[in-house]
C-alpha cells in the first residue's frame, strides 16, 4: 500500500522558517515527479512547488524566491524549505508523487499519490 507521510508542520511567527517532509513508499520514487501544494479552508489546492525525476524546479509566483524544494531519492524522500514566511502562506500543505513531467508537475493531474497534509500557520 502507497503511502507518503509528511511532518515538519507548525505554528511559527512572520519571517520564519519550517521545513516540510515527505517520506513516499513508492518503489518508482526515483522517476517520479514530487510536488507540494497547499489548500485553505473553503479554496482550491493550489500548486506550490515542484520536481521532476530529472530534478527541474517549478514554483508558483507567490512563494519564488522563499522556498526551496528538494529530494533525496535514497530516502524516497521530498523536502519543501520554506522562508521568509507570511501570514498568506497559512494553510494545509500537501506532498504528492507522480509520473508527471515537465510543467505538467504543477497540475494535480500529474499525481498518483498523495500525502495526508501538514498544517503551516504563520502568525502575523
Known amino acids: 500500500q502507497v503511502q507518503l507521510v509528511e511532518s515538519g508542520g507548525g505554528l511559527v511567527q512572520a519571517g520564519g522558517s519550517l521545513r516540510l517532509s515527505c517520506t513516499a513508499s513508492v518503489r518508482q520514487f526515483s522517476i517520479y515527479a514530487v510536488g507540494w501544494f497547499r489548500q485553505t479552508p473553503g479554496e482550491e489546492r493550489n500548486f506550490v512547488a515542484s520536481m521532476t525525476w530529472a530534478n527541474a524546479t517549478y514554483y508558483a509566483d507567490s512563494v519564488k524566491g522563499r522556498f526551496t524544494i528538494s529530494r533525496d531519492n535514497a530516502k524516497t524522500t521530498s523536502y519543501l524549505r520554506m522562508d521568509q514566511l507570511k501570514p498568506e502562506d497559512t494553510a494545509i500543505y500537501y506532498c504528492?508523487?507522480?509520473?508527471?513531467?515537465?510543467?505538467?508537475?504543477?497540475?494535480?493531474?500529474?499525481?498518483?499519490?498523495w500525502g495526508q497534509g501538514t498544517q503551516v500557520t504563520v502568525s502575523s
Open positions: 504528492a508523487t507522480g509520473p508527471a513531467s515537465g510543467g505538467w508537475s504543477q497540475r494535480r493531474g500529474g499525481y498518483d499519490y
